[in-house]
């Protein structure tokens, strides 16, 4: 996916974005920025890949170089950013979040005359926040050309601009993502993640709201443009995606998924649907605090069956190589005997995509002795890939574990009765569970239903995005 922190204060404020930039890695694996501007010497940029090492370790011998009041950083899962741009507007650097359904479309539309260009990828692909920067460029000023990109694009774009004199924060237009506003004395700052600019001393300052746009001074900060009625927030960020002690529109995100495993627990007591197990276990990291509200409401004792390995193989690190990737997986999981061999063991995933990491889990854990595994997912079950973020993002919705599972049960017809497979309750969803046991050796599998989800989560459904399981928008 991506995130981005900036900060623009009365003294040097590069140490508070490298930091603050630094807590949003988690969000992204392969390409992270800053750009920092100082009335004297301008604007000073460095992008750095990070698929094999962490930002900090990348960018720490950047910071001698870096120097003024104001920044910006990003931490990226796609495009090299954040981007310098010179146009009518003026000089701005910019990062954005996102995606750009509509791309090939846009540069068709606006730029395939005489005299307009793009910088390809390697993959020939356009850079999404160039082509972005592209859009707002098209207007008078940046307000106007942000609600013209946002208006513009296909997908969600989340957007932070660093001038000669401010940052410029825009929220997507119907919110998927947060953006949150930190204030001290000396300045504000601009985060995803809450707890990033807790830690450098801010105080929560102010919430964006869906597609709004403010600008961020030392002094303050004013809204530009006013955030819109509707608001569609990725319910990921509780489940998978957000860290623990992030809240997200009040809702923290390790007390919602203690939440959630609580009522999974207790839907599945209710229907008599619990198996005997030895332990209650998460898939570590994010399927933990699933795992603990289940083993909590259950009364299973929760245990830590394995354990992953990740001094030496970071999160981030990501071999091109199907069978290296295969072998560095292996490489992470570190058992511990005394809680797997000869034991029944439920675990609590964060979510079930295509199913290819948890089928080695499943393996490695009866290769190491366990008697039965069950498995949980925290959230229902996944049928349309994700065209807002980068979250279950595939070439065809195919890939995806539970839509190849009721192409292989029924064919074409089944792509037709989706709602009612992802129904435990039914025939068709009971066919699904059980198909996929098969395929990947669990003893039984449940999903956690919509409406727990959005019960565990707690503010108004209508705000929430389901699309990766309902397909509506």
């Known amino acids: 996916m991506g995130g981005f922190f900036g900060a623009i204060s009365r003294h040097d404020c590069v ?69 310098l741009v010179r146009s009518h507007l003026g000089l701005y650097a910019i990062t954005t979040v996102g995606i750009i359904n509509n791309a090939d479309a846009l540069v068709e539309r606006y730029f395939s005359d005489h005299g307009h260009q793009f910088l390809a990828m390697s993959s020939g692909k356009v850079n999404s926040t160039e082509l972005a920067a592209a859009l707002i460029n098209q207007e008078d000023d940046l307000v ?29 237009r119907l919110g998927r993502l947060p953006v949150l506003v930190g204030q001290t004395e000396d ?27 403010v600008k961020v001074t030392p002094g303050g900060w004013e809204t530009l443009s006013p955030a819109g009625d509707k608001m569609r927030i990725c319910a990921f960020l509780w489940t998978y995606y957000g860290y623990p002690n992030s809240n997200y529109e009040g809702v923290n995100v390790e007390v919602m998924r203690y939440r959630n495993g609580e009522i999974m627990a207790r839907d599945e007591v209710k229907k008599g649907k619990m198996p005997k197990v030895d332990y209650v276990a998460g898939v570590p990291d994010s399927g933990v605090p699933h795992a603990i509200g289940y083993a909590n409401r259950s009364g299973k004792p929760f245990a830590r069956p394995f354990v992953k ?31 797997i061999e000869g034991k029944k063991l439920l675990f609590v995933d964060d979510s079930i995509v295509r199913g290819t990491q948890l089928q080695g889990t499943v393996d490695f854990l009866y290769e190491s002795g366990a008697e039965e595994v069950h498995m949980r997912s925290a959230c229902p079950p996944i049928m349309y890939g ?11 919705d195919m890939e995806l574990l539970a839509r190849r599972t009721i192409q292989e049960l029924e064919g074409d ?38 409406d727990g989800l959005l019960e565990a989560i707690g503010i108004d459904r209508d705000k929430i995005c389901t699309y990766c399981w309902t397909g509506k928008e």
């Open 309 to 339: 390995y990740t001094p030496t193989w970071p999160r981030s690190f990501m071999p091109a190589d199907q069978k290296a990737r295969d072998q560095v997986a292996k490489m992470k999981q570190i058992p511990v005997p005394e809680l």
């Open 413 to 450: 017809e089944g792509q037709n009765h989706l709602e009612e497979y992802a129904d435990s309750s039914t025939e068709r969803g009971q066919c699904m569970l059980k198909a996929i046991c098969e395929k990947l050796g669990f003893d039984s599998l449940g999903y956690q239903s919509l």
């Open 187 to 213: 300045g504000c700052c601009v985060s995803f993640e809450s707890f990033a600019y807790h830690k450098l001393g801010y105080h929560d300052a102010y919430e964006l709201g869906p597609g709004e746009i």
């Open 15 to 83: 140490l508070d974005v490298f930091f603050g930039t630094d807590y949003h890695s988690h969000l992204g694996t392969k390409r992270a920025g800053m750009a920092v501007y100082d009335r004297k010497d301008g604007f000073q940029r460095q992008i750095h890949n990070i698929e094999n090492t962490p930002f900090r370790t990348k960018f720490d011998k950047d910071l001698s170089e870096f120097h003024g009041c104001a920044a910006i950083g990003c931490i990226s899962d796609t495009d090299p950013q954040p981007l």
């Open 386 to 396: 994700c065209k807002y973020l980068n979250f279950s993002r595939s070439n065809s």
């Open 144 to 172: 106007s050309g942000i609600r013209r990109a946002q208006a513009e694009i296909d997908g969600s774009c989340t957007i932070l601009i660093l001038t000669p004199d401010a940052i410029v924060a825009a929220r997507d």
